[in-house]
């Protein structure tokens, strides 16, 4: 496969699953606001991590200046300054999609379309925030949608394991964010750990990944530590980080060839020493050394490995610099 054709599967994969996840983190954001009675008063204190999530809080300061629930939503739904709102991501899918038309099916490109029209039809409406809970549900099951459409349609080669490395790279992205920001923002004050407004967000947060219903069956009541549990380790849940590297690491292993235990590209490298670290990791060593440097670390690695991706995969450069650094 040429690499500039799975460059664009990848990164279509990736912007359609960036934007289901913005849809989820305003979705939820706004039924905390609701639940804990926030008025104007503690708007920015509400919202400013949400877009912290999204690490585009500098550009939003410099366009909106103070944080509230409108000015959040209009950013990360609609701006098209803003490289990670909703409508940006999914013009850029739909783009990446127009030059893979022959990789992809045909139901995909007409559900993508879709899915675009559609958030660029309520931009354009101006009443999506008359229903905004409709409208991010919309774009929830639109993404749904494509990905079974995608799981349904596309041979299962070495395209649609691009789709699914590049789907589920952003996936345990965007759940190490949101737990992060639970953890080391959202929570007002050390005295409410405990309390009813704790439990509280820590149900919205497992709401937020489509989790909390899988969670009680597990768990039963909400903890903290059981919550981080879930969303970092288990390895069956589809939106647990860990899951998303098991099944990141058999699509890359489809791709190359490889073997689970051994690699011969950087990339193999990167991701296999970041699945096992978590085959082998304790909730308690978590707490231990701290969710929120636990998270940090977490995102520095996955980074890593998106940089090798692209280095083994996208990049064009002469053959013996390819060779020499998927030995490094």
Known sequence: MLSRVADSIFWMSRYIER???????????????????HTDVHAAEQWAPLVITTGDYDLFRELYGEPDQHKAIAFLTFDDRNPNSILTCLRLARENARTVREMISSSMWEELNKFYLMVLSAKGSGTMLDSSY???????????????????????????HFARLG????RADKTSRILDVKYYVLLPSIAEVGTPVD???????????????????????????????FLILDSEFPRAIHFCLIKS???????????????RTLAEKRLGRLRSELDYTQVSEIIDQGLHEF???FQIQLNKVGE????????LRPLELAQRASQQ
Not at 20 to 37: P, Y
Not at 137 to 156: D, F, N, W, Y
Not at 167 to 170: A, T
Not at 249 to 263: H, K, P
């Open 295 to 297: 998270i940090d670390a």
């Open 249 to 263: 690491e058999e699509s890359l292993l489809a791709i190359t060839g490889g073997e689970r235990g051994r690699f």
């Open 134 to 160: 409709e409208f991010f549900k919309q774009v929830k099951l639109a993404s749904h949608l494509l990905e079974g459409i995608t799981m349904a349609t596309m041979s299962h080669g070495e395209a649609w």
């Open 167 to 170: 789907r589920l790279l952003e």
């Open 19 to 37: 934007a289901e996840n913005v849809a989820r983190f305003i979705d939820v954001n706004m039924h905390l606001a609701m639940d804990e009675g």
């Open 199 to 229: 439990t509280v967000q820590w149900s919205a947060l497992l709401e937020s990944a489509s989790a909390l219903e899988m969670y009680r069956k597990r768990f039963g009541r909400i903890r903290p530590t059981d919550v981080a549990d």
């Open 308 to 315: 090798a991706i692209y280095e083994t995969f996208f990049a």
